[in-house]
């Protein structure tokens, strides 16, 4: 079955920081492009970050550039998202997911089950 | 304020048809694809349309989507209580070398 896992999720003081994995299965990771996309509570999908296949393209979202980096272990079948100087406002569920084309092309078909980011005092 | 304009909510009988629109610019819908997504309350988003109009395997054609210059529509015919969700567009932009979504359109079967 092809999936996505997503871990390391929590509560952290603002400024802190959070490392969240997201385990694949399922298909040879290797050959797709993968993403980070986060949803505030009550609120609407935010693009946060994309990868290509061998890392070669890295994008962030204005808002988490500087502070959040993207990174990939092919031989381990897993994407990493390493969150520093956190905020209130980055407070969401985190969801991994896969590219289906193109790096270009916002279309992601296999999505993880989210794990939730929670920044407070 | 999402760079995609998408109207809060729709809303039609079962049986029948609603339209969604997605509003952008030349440097994101303009000029590239533009992507659709449903999301049932507490689940992740599902992919509807991709490349405009193309639909992943195992969605039923009721769901369709178009571009025209700048602004992208989501069709769904045959309304379902099951079509209940939101639903979201998305493409790439250009100028902000960044994946974008639309502020999200809430479909309700009356």
């Known amino acids: 079955e092809v999936q996505l896992v997503e871990s390391g999720g929590g509560l952290v003081k603002p400024g802190g920081s959070l490392r969240l994995s997201c385990a694949a299965s399922?298909?040879?990771?290797?050959?797709?492009?993968m993403n980070w996309v986060r949803q505030a509570p009550g609120k609407g999908l935010e693009w946060v970050s994309s990868i290509s296949s061998s890392s070669s393209y890295i994008h962030y979202a204005d808002s988490v550039k500087g502070r959040f980096t993207i990174s990939r272990d092919n031989a381990k079948n897993s994407l990493y998202l390493q969150m520093n100087s956190l905020r209130a406002e980055d407070s969401a569920v985190y969801y991994c997911a896969r590219h289906l084309t193109g790096y270009y092309n916002v279309g992601f078909d296999i999505w993880g089950q989210g794990t939730m980011v929670t920044v407070s005092s | 304020q999402s760079v995609l304009t998408q109207p809060p909510s729709v809303s039609a009988a079962p049986g029948q048809k609603v339209t969604i629109s997605c509003s952008g610019s030349s440097s994101n819908i303009g000029n590239n694809y533009v992507s659709w997504y449903q999301q049932l309350p507490g689940t992740a988003p599902k992919l509807l349309i991709y490349e405009n109009n193309k639909r992943p395997s195992g969605i039923p054609d009721r769901f369709s989507g178009s571009k025209s210059g700048t602004s992208a529509t989501l069709g769904i015919t045959g309304l379902q209580t099951g079509d209940e969700a939101d639903y979201y567009c998305?493409?790439?932009?250009?100028?902000?070398?960044?994946?974008?979504f639309g502020s999200g359109t809430k479909v309700t079967v009356l």
């Open positions: 998305g493409t790439w932009d250009s100028s902000l070398s960044a994946g974008v």
């Open positions: 399922g298909f040879t990771f290797s050959s797709y492009n």
